[in-house]
Nanobody, 121 residues
């Protein structure tokens, strides 16, 4: 079993910044692409940013230039640095790991429980 635990969410004023973290655990040997998704009330879950094992990144158009994604493979952790936040960024942010190789086998499409980000004055 692979566990992904997000942290760092909270309430921030428009124009502010937050950094989200997602730590994976479970006798992990390697993780392929790690992603951040978000889901706002009444909307579908959408991909925000992704980073593969070599560090190549991709971003949704709505966050390009404002968000940065990075990872620490030694810690099995992925980060999402969010700047210039607006109320439209309010959502639950979920961490996703595409394929996780562990000592007990491999696991596809693992998800965390999410962390709430609220942007409001």
């Amino acid at each position: 079993q692979v566990q992904l635990v997000e942290s760092g969410g909270g309430l921030v004023q428009p124009g502010g910044s937050l950094t989200l973290s997602c730590a994976a655990s479970g006798s992990i040997l390697s993780i392929s692409t790690m992603n951040w998704y978000r889901q706002a009330p009444g909307k579908q879950r959408e991909l925000v940013a992704g980073i593969n094992s070599r560090g190549s990144t991709n971003f949704a158009d709505s966050v390009k230039g404002r968000f940065t994604i990075s990872r620490d493979n030694a810690k099995n952790t992925v980060y999402l640095q969010m700047n210039s936040l607006s109320p439209e960024d309010t959502a639950i942010y979920f961490c996703n790991a595409h394929t996780v190789v562990t000592t007990r086998g491999y696991f596809d499409d693992s998800w965390g429980l999410g962390t709430q980000v609220t942007v409001s004055s």
